[in-house]
């Protein structure tokens, strides 16, 4: 008999064949839009990891977002509805749409380089102060040589951010901010590594480093004053329902969404959402289509209706036919439009970019006259190079780097306080110049959920029946019966034979007789024109539980602001027009539009801004991305889905309105204070320059002149923390 030769040899393939057979874990994604603070984290993440089979799950507030590792045999559909039951709204997402896990390398990267940009310029300056203070001959060479070795690695590796945006301007044939500061940090390490090694004076070491930790300082807060960007566009691909159930003569198959082929037969199970266009071929339910387009009530949905990706299925199981995969669902012509809206709002140009246009070509100049002037003086090119790099760096703008970020920041950090987020950049710069408002109506100006008005007329016994019918079903309508009644701590009745029948309502068996609580027209009762929903107990004429999407904290105030400021407001909906009409009324909005599309907004909002009017798009659907994208600037609240919250600049962080007004007058204030630290820079240059020019401007003088300049434009920035 054979025998191998160790062992181990014999275990391998035993462990090969074990390895390939275990299944490993799966990985998925949902967006939880209700999560705002760690009390709601601890929760999502305790209630799916108490999910038989989830083995871990980490939540993102940032990005509203749960990643959950699971077995495979988990249905996302199980941690929905387990969230649901926690009181939180959630949503798979696909993962294969969705970007690696952006982690803040780019925040990280600014601030290590800042800091051995800060730490090199402490101790170079420590030198430098010895040789200020009179060192001579051997002792200030030897302090120049070790200025030297510190600055040279130090700005090598914490300027790359200026040069590779240098470089990519030049290759683009085109100047800006970084431009001129390279050429300044190269010129004044030439120049210091040529007189240290003539024995000169002065070098630059300590301003070249100085200069480098300033901007990056500037580039820091840029970057702090906004979230990491993410495409609207990607994060809408990542909401399409990314696996369906696929009916093969009678047979069911989970397949992945991206195998849906026209024709195919799909299964859609209550609480599930569309993952194709489609036509219903069997079942009757009701459709819940707020998020993509507004309407505040399910739609009946029967035989023959037409479906688009992403509604959600309420209450029946229903058969559809693909009429549209891929490329051409409405979702994904949704996230076309939000591209195409995305790039036409990345053409604003900054108030920083107007400034370099100017400021870059300007400083070339005047260095290279200096040069030339000093050098037809002298015939001395040491003595104009120094010169010419004095006049580069002491105009290098360290102030107008931080004009527009310290100015950000601060005005940032004001708004955060009265509840808004500033994601963008240039998001203060474009909310300044706002000049008309268009607001959505489901979710935004209203809760996005219906309310019972009253509970006048109903006895307590009736009240009873109605909870027990209604906490059996999962319709908005009956979730707001529900939620009214046990505000009141009416225990619910006991009902024998409870089934919901789908587009219809619930029905039941109480002491014999039969009871039912859903639509007016099953009811046999007279329709109203307000939302209702019908209790027939059998032995009296039915009862109505009218219900109305209530009104956000602030709504009143913030429209009544922005009027008595001028602006424009404007009331933009999916809604059905009765519904619209009546909280226009009630907010005083004189111009409303109803019924409108996804590409009806985006139309509409394009429309004004081509009108020379400067738009501010407050929303939150699906429905709202395109125009979300398409204004000159936006805001959701934080209970919109992501995609929303992604196309906008602004997020509104609570769930009062009235911030909004506010922010209007932040932002103006913001680019008065831009503007104010850009004159202020100027004059510090009108100042400087001519010393720098005249050959007075010691490494010394420079180092001194840029921290000025730079303290004094923080310190107006702080200004507007109080103003």
Not at 131 to 139: E, F, S, Y
Request: hydrophobic content about 50%; proline content about 4%.
């Amino acid at each position: 008999m054979a025998m191998s030769a160790c062992p181990a040899c014999d275990a391998a393939p035993l462990a090969q064949s074990m390895a390939q057979e275990a299944p490993t874990d799966a990985q998925l994604a949902l967006s939880v839009p209700g999560i705002h603070c760690g009390l709601c984290i601890a929760t999502v993440e305790r209630t799916l990891q108490n999910i038989p089979g989830v083995h871990d799950a980490r939540v993102n507030l940032t990005l509203k977002r749960a990643m959950v590792e699971a077995a495979p045999n988990v249905e996302p559909q199980a941690l929905i509805t387990a969230l649901e039951s926690a009181g939180y709204e959630a949503h798979e997402l696909d993962t294969a749409s969705l970007s690696a896990t952006q982690t803040d390398r780019a925040g990280r990267d600014l601030l290590m380089r800042l800091a051995v940009a800060g730490f090199a310029s402490m101790n170079v300056m420590l030198l430098s102060v010895a040789v200020w203070a009179g060192a001579q001959d051997a002792t200030r060479d030897l302090f120049h040589w070790i200025s030297a070795a510190i600055a040279l690695p130090a700005i090598l590796f914490a300027g790359k951010p200026f040069y590779i945006n240098a470089w990519s301007a030049l290759r683009a044939h085109r100047l800006n901010m970084d431009v001129p500061i390279v050429l300044a940090i190269v010129l004044a390490l030439a120049t210091s590594l040529w007189e240290t090694a003539l024995s000169g004076h002065h070098a630059y070491f300590d301003a070249a480093l100085t200069l480098v930790f300033f901007l990056l300082a500037g580039r820091y807060l840029d970057y702090r004053t906004r979230a990491v960007a993410r495409s609207a566009a990607e994060e809408l691909a990542a909401l399409e329902v990314p696996r369906a159930i696929r009916l093969t003569d009678g047979k069911e198959s989970v397949i992945s969404a991206h195998d849906i082929a026209l024709g195919d037969v799909l299964l859609v199970r209550p609480g599930g959402r569309m993952p194709v266009d489609g036509e219903i071929l069997t079942g009757t339910s009701e459709l819940d289509r707020s998020l993509l387009t507004g309407e505040t009530l399910p739609v009946f949905a029967t035989p023959g209706m037409s479906v688009s990706a992403g509604e959600v299925n309420l209450t029946g199981p229903l058969t559809i036919r693909a009429t549209a995969v891929g490329q051409d669902t409405s979702l994904h012509q949704m996230a076309d439009l939000v591209a195409i809206a995305e790039s036409g709002r990345s053409r604003y140009t900054s108030l920083a970019d107007k400034a370099a246009k100017l400021y870059a070509p300007g400083v070339h100049i005047l260095s290279a006259l200096a040069f030339v002037g000093w050098y037809l003086y002298s015939f001395d090119v040491r003595t104009a190079l120094n010169i010419a790099a004095a006049v580069l760096i002491i105009t290098c703008p360290c102030a107008l780097g931080l004009a527009v970020p310290a100015v950000t920041t601060a005005a940032s950090g004001r708004l955060f306080r009265k509840g808004l987020l500033v994601k963008h950049a240039t998001a203060l710069e474009r909310l300044a110049e706002v000049d008309t408002v268009v607001f959505d109506k489901t979710g935004t100006l209203t809760m996005g959920q219906p309310e019972v008005q009253s509970l006048d007329g109903f006895t307590d016994e009736a009240l009873s029946v109605a909870l027990a019918m209604a906490q059996a079903s999962a319709h908005p309508l009956s979730q707001a019966v529900a939620r009214a009644i046990q505000a009141k701590d009416i225990t619910p009745a006991t009902l024998t034979d409870i089934q919901e029948i789908p587009g219809f309502g619930v029905q039941a068996m109480w002491n014999g007789t039969q009871i039912r609580l859903g639509r007016a027209d099953w009811v046999d009762a007279t329709p109203l024109p307000e939302t209702a929903v019908f209790l027939d107990m059998g032995n009296s004429a039915p009862q109505a539980f009218v219900c109305q999407d209530q009104l956000r904290a602030g709504a009143a105030d913030a429209i009544a602001a922005l009027k008595a400021a001028g602006k424009s407001v404007y009331l933009l909906s999916g809604d059905t027009a009765k519904a619209v009409e009546t909280t226009a009324n009630t907010l005083g909005i004189t111009d409303w539009h109803a019924g409108a599309l996804p590409q009806d907004k985006a139309t509409f909002v394009q429309a004004l801004s081509a009108n020379n009017h400067h738009v501010l798009m407050v929303g939150d659907g699906l429905n709202d991305t395109a125009a979300l994208a398409a204004a000159d600037v936006s805001i959701s609240p934080a209970s919109a889905l992501d995609a929303a919250r992604v196309a906008s600049d602004i997020v509104l962080l609570g769930t009062d309105l009235s911030p909004i007004a506010d922010a209007l007058t932040v932002a103006q204030s913001a680019t008065k204070r831009i503007r104010e630290n850009f004159r202020i820079a100027t004059i510090y240059n009108v100042i400087a320059v001519p010393l720098a020019v005249a050959g007075l401007a010691t490494p010394l003088i420079a180092a001194l002149a840029m921290s000025s300049s730079s303290i004094t434009v923080s310190l107006n920035a702080l200004r507007l923390r109080s103003s």
